[in-house]
């Protein structure tokens, strides 16, 4: 059963920074990617960032030169590094695992206030 956790979330002002963590259960480098999405009230899940097992990158457009997704083999370890934060980057933001499946985290909060 893979287990998949986010932590980092909380209330920061504009301008701000963040930094998510999402710890998952096994050896990151098995799965073919680890994945961050958002999702605001009223709209879709959307993709942010994503990291591939061969350690490739790719962001969303609204996020670009602002997020930063890294990992830490040590410790199994995703992270979303958000910076200069936006009120519209207010969401619940949800770590997946990609492997046989998509395996999801609970989410967590990011309320950025103006």
């Known amino acids: 059963q893979v287990q998949v956790v986010e932590s980092g979330g909380g209330l920061v002002q504009a301008g701000g920074s963040l930094r998510l963590s999402c710890a998952a259960s096994g050896n990151i480098f098995l799965f073919n990617a680890m994945r961050w999405y958002r999702q605001a009230p009223g709209k879709q899940r959307e993709l942010v960032a994503s990291i591939t097992s061969g350690g490739s990158t790719n962001y969303a457009d609204s996020v670009k030169g602002r997020f930063t997704i890294s990992r830490d083999s040590a410790k199994n370890t995703v992270y979303l590094q958000m910076n200069s934060l936006k009120p519209e980057d207010t969401a619940v933001y949800y770590c997946?695992?990609?492997?046989?499946?998509?395996?999801w985290g609970q989410g967590t909060q990011v309320t950025v206030s103006s």
């Open positions: 997946a695992a990609l492997g046989r499946l998509l395996y």
